[in-house]
Nanobody
Framework: QVQLVESGGGLVQAGGSLRLSCAAP????????MGWFRQAPGKEREFVAA????????DYVDSVRGRFTISRDNAKNTGYLQMNSLKPEDTAVYYC????????????????????WGQGTQVTVSS
């Protein structure tokens, strides 16, 4: 069982920035594709961003493209989601997810493709 731990959430004004981190146990992060999802109150969980385990490929939901950047540091077993120009509609609990056995450049955008999840971190954007 791989435990993922998110951090970096909080309260920010519209237009502000936050950086979320997702820490994995040592020596487990390499070869794991990674993604970020979010769930707003009363809504289903949705895909936000994903990155291949090689770090060479990324994908984003259209609503965050150009504002959010996903990245990873395999040496530190940590993934990141840099969120800029935040909007009130970005308010949600953000979850990181990881899956093993992916091809080096594969990007996973469906939550069904992930088998490890963090506990979530709250992001609140005030208007």
């Amino acid at each position: 069982q791989v435990q993922l731990v998110e951090s970096g959430g909080g309260l920010v004004q519209a237009g502000g920035s936050l950086r979320l981190s997702c820490a994995a146990p040592p020596r487990t992060f390499v070869n794991y594709a990674m993604g970020w999802f979010r769930q707003a109150p009363g809504k289903e969980r949705e895909f936000v961003a994903a990155i291949s385990w090689s770090g060479s490929n990324t994908d984003y939901v259209d609503s965050v493209r150009g504002r959010f950047t996903i990245s990873r540091d395999n040496a530190k077993n940590t993934g990141y989601l840099q969120m800029n120009s935040l909007k009130p509609e970005d308010t949600a609990v953000y979850y990181c997810a990881a899956t093993s056995g992916a091809r080096p450049m594969a990007v996973m955008t469906s939550e069904n493709e992930y088998n490890y999840w963090g506990q979530g971190t709250q992001v609140t954007v005030s208007s």
